[in-house]
């Protein structure tokens, strides 16, 4: 339960770095899609099944959570969830996952529809910035909400929710998803503006729209949402994971090899692949996938993260490794979240040039400019990496770290392997079938 996936780490990976990575890989399920599907399970007490679930702890933490609810969980196939919540046998989930993740928060609504009632331990997540759930509350707060908020909790109940304009100050992505979670058995119709329209809201979408929900999205960032009296029961595969495919694709490119990622989909890597080809990747697809390689020597490029279909927050920390390899001063931009280079201390200590900046460097500024915010990342290259002993702070710069630790001359040693196996699956299997050297190390 929530104290086993918060057990102390005792294993650390050791890598040895400096050869071209090169091999296939198939691309697992979506950890930010797969999450909130689990959630929109409690919609109905029909059961649901998920195909391309992956084997991550986020997924085995969520489905600990809805199991504590009273949902009956089972792996029906390789890569298979059926999920079913017949009756919600407790309002509350203990506060063991209080700071775990941001998905009880989402359990809001489909709570309220069901029982009328939630109390929630408040959101962790990776600690990237503030990342408050302000709109959250305040969107089910216009819907009919009576919000409690505690020290380490959100106690929260309800009638039937009502419909709402609601208008996001920013196109949260999970806002948005705890709107549409509230949305779809709403009375009446609900419409949110500036909403967020990243692929794994969209498939969120798809999935409410198979279990019998009315939902819109429109270009313009509004989806409208008429409320129904129902939900049933349905099945759905999983979008692939374009942060695992971007780490893999930006892999190839540092270290000059060449990586396949099946299952790949380019629709959802549009801006991602022409940021690396501005670089020197390339890349071409295969029989139902990608494949990625070095096109010529990396030369440095001007970058700044937005929302979709801007390029991701998330294919950050693996892009800004890639350009400690290109020739030139590159700029990162980061306009999400206000604190997510602190990982980039470590680089440095690797020999990466990396300086930060709270402006919003040759770009038309961001609500982080000039507030003190470290969130521009200048990178100047190419340069020789060498192996270190690396702690690492969170999810993705997990990953960014095994790859610097690929590029480098020499052995690293990676700690908090704990944060890398919560969003990738299977990480050190696929490095080992790209040609990695890197083995587990666990602590007597
Ligand atoms: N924000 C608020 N108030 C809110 C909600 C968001 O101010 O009530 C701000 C946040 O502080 C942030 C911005 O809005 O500055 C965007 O946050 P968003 O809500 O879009 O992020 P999220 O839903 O909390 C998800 C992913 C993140 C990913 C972001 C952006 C999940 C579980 N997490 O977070 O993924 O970076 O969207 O795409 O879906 C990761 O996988 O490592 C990860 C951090």
Known sequence: MAHEHMAQDRHWYQ????????????????KNSVTKLLVASLLTDRPCTLDLVPDILEVHLVLDMLAELGTKVSWTGPGQVTVHTPTVTATALSEAYSGVNRIPVLMIGPLLHRVGEAYLPLPGGCTIGKRPIDYHLSGLAEMGAAITEELRSVKVHAGRLNGVHFTLPFPSVGATESLLLAGVLAKGTTVIQGAAVEPEVIDLVMFLQKMGALVNVETDRTITIEGVEKLRGAEHSVIPDRIETASFAALAVATGGRIEVAGAQQE????FL??????GGEFAPTDGGLVFWRERPLTAVHQETGVHPGFMTDWQQPFTVMLTQAKGTSIMHETIYEDRFGYTQQLAEMGADISLSDSC???GGCRWHRRGFQHTAIVTGPV?????HLAIPDLRAGFSYIMAALIAD???TVAGTRYLERGYEDPVGKLRAVGAHIETITAQ
């Open 361 to 363: 460097l040759g770009s």
């Open 268 to 271: 959802h890597l549009v801006t």
């Open 15 to 30: 890598v040895s770095g400096g050869v071209p990575l090169t091999g296939t890989v198939t691309a697992a399920g979506a």
């Open 384 to 388: 020789a990496l060498n192996g270190a």
């Open 274 to 279: 022409n940021a690396m080809r501005k670089v």
């Open 410 to 412: 020499g052995t690293s």
